[in-house]
């Protein structure tokens, strides 16, 4: 069966440590001050009563992918999986896929002058058999990430046993990344 | 701030800067310019003698060409990676607006410059230095007999040119302001404005000879037309945004009402740009009288208007996207 991936993000779970961004920077040379993925942090509510939000920000692999869809040269490309991938030769930079994602997820590597983003690791991990490098970090299982139609995989647990969110799912692009929403702290919003 | 994540740097940086924003004012004022250029040649000229050319065929005929290349030029030095430019022309993506519009802009430059070499054919001829392009003019000029249907499919190019800057912009669903249905007509007419202001001040600087006042009444009656039709189109632009909530709304205030970018929009684009050709229209140009140097002021107004509309979409697009 054709595979279908999933990364999971447990909010309630995710302390902020920023594992998975180092990670993912000495896994993909990514250069200073720009980044791939990150876990931005939102501190809600009164002293003393706060609340943390730790929300992870990168590419959702849409299923729908307006990157994929406005690229002049066919260069934001999906895999068979339905992973959205970069082919560096045929990228021109002219940004506009960049402009078009809604969720802020490619910037240009201020070194190369190519497009990049979260690629799941495809190529140097997940099409090896290994799990994205953010993932393998996680001191605290925040990130869950595999095969959904796996039924013996976590992933597929995770899912069953969460109230699963898909961010911005209102614009219909059909994210592979989803987040399990945080109930901890003042107001359980 | 020192965030505990990094720096946020890669998320505020403005993607399309301003070449771009000057690329499709060039490139609206080509498609317009070339528009203008073949309705007066078709609609104009039917008392004329066939040797002497409107100046406003010949200031369209030298406008289109220089403007379009120009505007691929900065296009091209915009990119991340200027000399992989050639993957647009041999890797199509037809989904892409973008590809779709490289398509019609890799017929209409050349097209375009057909049109001028046939239009300046005797000064081609008589030039110590253009007169090597002489034999090439000459035979396109064999083909003479599918003129008109060459110019209809220029004129149908320069409304595809002309419109599809609009639709790049709206194709993008994270910007509000771009994501509109209103954009690709809004730049087709305030294109065809700035061709018939580029014309006329081309026109009466440079071939004062073949000015024909009833060409230059015409147009200026048209022009006003399309002004008149511009300023419904950024309303319905903005009650669209409004209209949609959310994200769309807060753009569409801030757009209107922050900053610098408030300001251009205000007093470049509805003031400079709308209010004072109108109100140049209803006095100083009352009953189409011909006076060269409101018709020259009237003309150097609109092109700043467009100009800035181009930017304060460009620019206010990427600010402003609502996001909270």
Known sequence: MKKKFRMIHDENLCIGCQACSVACRSENDVPDNVFRMQVQIETKGIFPDLKMNMQRHSCVMCEDAPCVTVCPTGASFQTKDGLVQIDHRLCVSCKYCVVACPYDARFMNPITKNIEKCTFCYSNRVSKGLEPACVTVCPTDALVFGDINDTTSEVYKKAKESNLLYPKANLGTKPKVAFVPNKKGVSYE | ?324
């Open chain 2, 1 to 324: 701030m020192n965030n505990v994540w990094g720096s946020m740097a890669q998320y505020d940086v403005i993607n399309w800067p301003w070449p771009i924003a000057v690329y499709l004012f060039l490139a609206g004022a080509s498609a317009g310019s070339i528009i203008i250029a073949l309705l007066v040649k078709w609609n104009r000229h039917d008392k004329e003698v066939a040797t002497i050319w409107d100046a406003m065929v010949k200031a369209g005929a030298l406008i289109s060409p220089l403007t379009i290349i120009v505007g691929l030029i900065l296009l091209i030095l915009d990119l991340g990676k200027p000399l992989s430019f050639y993957w647009l022309l041999i890797s199509y993506n037809f989904e892409s607006v973008m590809t779709l519009g490289v398509i019609a802009l890799f017929l209409y430059t050349p097209l375009s410059l057909v049109f001028t070499a046939l239009i300046f054919e005797d000064v081609i001829k008589k030039n110590a230095l253009l007169s090597i392009i002489y034999p090439v003019v000459n035979y396109v000029k064999s083909y003479s007999k599918y003129a008109k249907k060459i110019e209809y499919v220029l004129f149908f190019l320069a409304l595809i040119v002309g419109a599809y800057t609009g639709f790049l912009l709206s194709a993008n669903m994270s910007i509000p302001m771009w994501n509109s249905p209103i954009l690709p007509i809004l730049f087709l007419a305030s294109g065809i404005s700035a061709g018939i202001a580029g014309n006329i001040l081309v026109g009466m600087l440079f071939f004062k000879s073949s000015i024909n006042k009833e060409s230059i009444k015409y147009l200026l009656m048209l022009d006003l037309r399309v002004i008149m039709l511009e300023i419904p189109l950024l309303c319905l632009l903005f009650i669209g945004m409004f209209y949609s909530g959310g994200a769309a709304k807060v753009s569409a205030m801030q757009a209107l009402s922050v900053g610098n970018w408030a300001l251009v929009f205000w007093v470049g684009v509805i003031a400079v740009g709308l209010v004072a050709p109108v109100v140049i229209a209803l006095t100083a140009l009352k009953n189409h009288d011909y006076k060269v140097k409101f018709i020259l002021f009237n003309s150097i107004v609109v092109l700043i208007g467009v100009i800035l509309l181009r930017f304060y979409i460009v620019y206010a697009g990427q600010i402003f996207t609502g996001a909270i």
